[in-house]
Nanobody
Framework: QLQLVESGGGLVQPGGSLRLSCTSSSLTLDDYAIAWFRQAPGQDRKAGSCISNSDGSTRYVDSVKGRFTISRDNAKNTVYLQMSKLIPGENAVYYC????????????WGRGTQVTVSS
C-alpha cells in the first residue's frame, strides 16, 4: 500500500550531499520500523538503511556506512535519510518503506524520489 511520501530528491554533484524525507498523513511513523531502499535502472530494489521503532537503533549496508544517516523527527512524523559523499553509481529512485520491524519493512511503501548524481 502506498501510504508514505518521499521528497528531497534531485540533482547533486559527485561528493555532494542530499537529505531525503519520508512522511505520511495516515500512519504514525514512530509505530513502525522505517527503511530506505533504492532502485537503480535495470536493477533490483535494494535496502540501504533502517531505523527501528522499538529502540531507535539503526542499521546500514556496508556501502553506505559512514556516509548515510537515517533519523526520525517524531514531532514532524518524518524519517530522514541524510546522504553525503554521493557517487555517480548511486543514481536511483529512493523509496521509504514501513513495517513492524527492520527485517519486515514491506508493509507500506511510497512512490519514490529520484536522486541523480552527476557533474
Amino acid at each position: 500500500q502506498l501510504q508514505l511520501v518521499e521528497s528531497g530528491g534531485g540533482l547533486v554533484q559527485p561528493g555532494g550531499s542530499l537529505r531525503l524525507s519520508c512522511t505520511s498523513s495516515s500512519l504514525t511513523l514512530d509505530d513502525y520500523a522505517i527503511a530506505w531502499f533504492r532502485q537503480a535502472p535495470g536493477q533490483d530494489r535494494k535496502a540501504g538503511s533502517c531505523i527501528s521503532n522499538s529502540d531507535g537503533s539503526t542499521r546500514y549496508v556496508d556501502s553506505v556506512k559512514g556516509r548515510f544517516t537515517i533519523s526520525r523527527d517524531n514531532a514532524k512524523n518524518t524519517v530522514y535519510l541524510q546522504m553525503s559523499k554521493l557517487i555517480p553509481g548511486e543514481n536511483a529512485v529512493y523509496y521509504c518503506a514501513a513495517g513492524p520491524e527492520c527485517s519486515r519493512v514491506d508493509e507500506y511503501w511510497g512512490r519514490g524520489t529520484q536522486v541523480t548524481v552527476s557533474s
